[in-house]
């Protein structure tokens, strides 16, 4: 029974929300380039670009929000250089993607060293601290978890309803819908497919930057090589599993995290002693895959999603 | 003389070589509808992007209610009030149908999408024309009439005064034709002006009052439809007085290929056969009449070897086949013309040449010691382009970018040029305008002339009569008898369509 227990504690669905915030906000601006037809995985990379130069512009004295606003332009750059190719010159989106990831991760690393040539342990900021928001306690079952987060999981949960109601109550939104669906019908109707699809990318991929960003200013308080992990992917795989739609990606990313929050605690429990705690460590990713089989079988994807437009074809 | 809403003044389109329009001027009146005729290629589709902002004119000027519109602007021409009902509908298939109306008519910064507002617009839209729709319906779920009300709905959305409608018949069942014209009709009594770009020269005489002719991307002339003939049309549109390919007698030679009461499985889409005989002989048509999906396409898959007999036998030459595949049948000298050009017959991305060779790629003159001779490719692409008059850039050119009649030209080339033992001629004419029907049917005709055995399967009854010297009738997964040319009536033949003749063959031949 003390595995159940640990379902029940606050302070377990405090981890869980607090695991999940850059994946949900990581995983909400894969899935605005997604829903724009277009498959952004430089998402890794922007990621890990992002933890750096959030923590970088904290570091420098910017504050911790400069350090977001900075993490979020650098995400938008990088954006605007994987739209250029994918988008206006319709190349690979798999190549471009895995190129741009490849690109970010390498410039971080060389611009952390360039910046911090002498140092041998990563330096430390005055990351973001919990904030206690007294009416949220009242929700039921989640509640006292949401109750107690950081300014930049309550940007996430914002993020997810944004971008559900961009994406569903406005003309843009139907808009950048279309667009994943059939182009044409968007040209056909005097609209930029282009700027679409750009405009997509370009935030969604500072969406992501402040995903990456959350690792370095409010989960940890510094920053260090391969601190994002993978998590890039993660969310890739939240966007099918959310079916596209973002309401469900949310709830993929909090059931992902809680997997992951019950992971730490299986290994500190009694249980944790007798087994290597790399089973421990893969059984998120498990249940990920077995819940995207389950789940994502009937899932309408985008039908332009990773078809290039052309204007005046057939 | 009424008001001119449109007016196209010397539009010039050129791509690469090809001249798609050369100085066309058009002119069309409030509440008349035009006729846009042409053969595949003549540069209607063309003349109706350039006015829609979609390809941008080398010279010329688009004027819309007195105002010239800017060119290349798709925006331009939806403002002042020109709406188009693409031939490929430009619908987002996961979306409703209001969504799919609604968007991009308010700005894209705009804070609500007026649904309400716009269901209720619609609906009044729709009411008023008698275009009957779901607003929430996904249109995905929708049948393709019901799709091509959606697109003219949108277009009467944003208050169209001008409606282009490009082939808008091709997709439609008779009915629904019927029912679209209806509505045409009422459109134009409540003041809109109607831009109707066909082949079909019944409907054009039908629907429209004054007729423009496209040849080779000239305006060729205008006509009043109450002082011109469809014979005079069609010779205009084709450039000479059109004649049907003449059919001589011709005795057939020896049985090439029988099938021996042979029963299928019905596959996903098509019926399986029951207990089938048939004799192909050499220089003779074969005519396979019947309502598509009646076992039609169960017979092309078993000739061309993508399905073999579940019972009976299937007679190549006097002798059995044993083994049976696609590969077999092309070594067999049997080729054929599929029924889906777009799908089956080519790989829409893959240049002209590629698809050429794409059934003897590995056959001499075009592979050598496992290499692909390109020269030889090319040169033998070359020599269908110019054989078969393929209008395109080149050989090089992707096959998505050719109209339907000059795939099928290359299609119909790629088949002949191997001089086949057998041809599977499925549904050779559809959707091809005169001049490519006769030029099909003229080529038909030479190789049966040759000594080649051709299976003709078409749902155009008129076509079976005039070329088949044999004729069966397919009807739910069975085929009828044999029966001579001139020796059976259209009525005749209708009865073994609805499956009524077979009834009574049957108790006939009860014991």
Known sequence: MEILEIFLTASFWTAAIRIASPLILATMGELICERAGV????????????????????????????????????????????????????????????GITLLAT???????????????????????????????????????????????????????????????RTPLGLALRAVGENPSSVAAQGL?????????????????????????????????????????????????FGAWKPHKAFLGAILFAAFDAFQIRLQQSTIGADIPYQIFLMMPYFLSIAALVVMSRKAEVPAALMVPFYKGER | ?????????????????????????LNLEKGEVLALLGENGAGKTTLMNILFGQYTADS????????????????????????????????????????????????????????????????????????????????????????QRVEILKALFRQAKILILDEPTAVLTPQETESLF????????????????????HEVMKIAQKVAILRHGKLIATKETRETSPNELAALMVGNPIRPPAVTERDSGPVVMELLNVSTESQHHSKGLKNVSMRL?????????????????????????????????LHLDGKPIDQWSPRQSVLSGIARIPEDRHHAGTIADFSLTENSIIERYRDQPFARHGWVNWQAAEGFTQELIRQYDVRCPGPDTRIRL?????MQKLILGRVLQNDPRVILAHQPSRGLDIGAVHYVHKKLLEARQKGATILLISEDLDEILQLSDIIHVASAGRVSPPFQRGKVTPTELGGWMSGAAFAKQETLHAP
């Open chain 1, 192 to 240: 930029s497919v282009l700027g679409l699809r750009i405009g997509a990318v370009v935030v969604g991929s500072g969406l992501m930057a402040l995903g990456g960003a959350f690792l370095t200013l409010s989960a940890f308080d510094s920053f260090f090589f391969g601190m994002v992990n993978g998590r890039g992917w993660v969310c890739i795989a939240l966007v099918v």
């Open chain 2, 1 to 25: 003389m009424g008001e001119v809403v449109l007016r196209l003044e010397g539009i010039t389109k050129n791509f690469g070589a090809l001249k798609a329009n050369e100085n066309v001027s």
């Open chain 2, 60 to 147: 010329g000027r688009v004027e819309v209610f007195g105002k010239t519109l800017p060119p290349g602007m798709a925006r331009a021409a939806l403002d002042a009030g020109v709406g188009m009902v693409h031939q490929h509908f430009t619908l987002a298939h996961n979306l409703s149908v209001l969504e799919n109306v609604i968007l991009g008519t308010s700005s894209l910064w705009s804070w609500k999408l007026q649904y309400k507002q716009a269901r209720q617009q619609l609906l009044e839209l729709a009411n008023r024309y008698h275009l009957k729709i779901n607003p929430d319906a996904k249109v995905s779920a929708l049948s393709v009439g019901e799709r």
């Open chain 2, 402 to 406: 050719l109209s339907g009649g000059n």
């Open chain 2, 182 to 201: 209806k509505t045409l009709t009422e459109a134009t009594e409540q003041g809109l002006s109607i831009i109707f770009i066909s082949h079909k020269l």
């Open chain 2, 281 to 313: 002989c050499s220089g003779e048509i074969v005519g396979l009449a019947g309502v598509s999906g009646n076992g039609q396409t169960s017979i092309a898959d078993l000739v061309a070897g993508l399905i073999t007999p579940s019972q009976g036998k």
């Open chain 1, 106 to 168: 390498s410039l971080t690393y060389y611009a952390y060293r360039v910046a911090l040539p002498e140092v041998t342990s990563p330096p430390k900021i005055e990351a973001f601290q919990p904030i206690s928001v007294a009416i949220l306690a009242y929700i039921p079952i989640l509640g006292p978890a949401l109750a107690e987060q950081t300014p930049l999981t309550y940007l996430a949960i914002a993020t997810v309803l944004i971008t559900s109601f961009v994406l569903y």
């Open chain 1, 39 to 98: 498959l952004n995985l430089g998402i890794e990379g922007i990621m890990v670009a992002g933890a750096f130069v959030g923590w970088f512009g904290a570091y420098i004295g910017m504050g911790l929000w400069g350090g977001v606003l900075l993490a979020f332009v650098v995400g938008m750059l990088l954006g605007l250089l994987h739209a250029s190719m994918t988008v206006s010159l319709g190349l690979s989106q798999h190549v471009v993607g895995l």
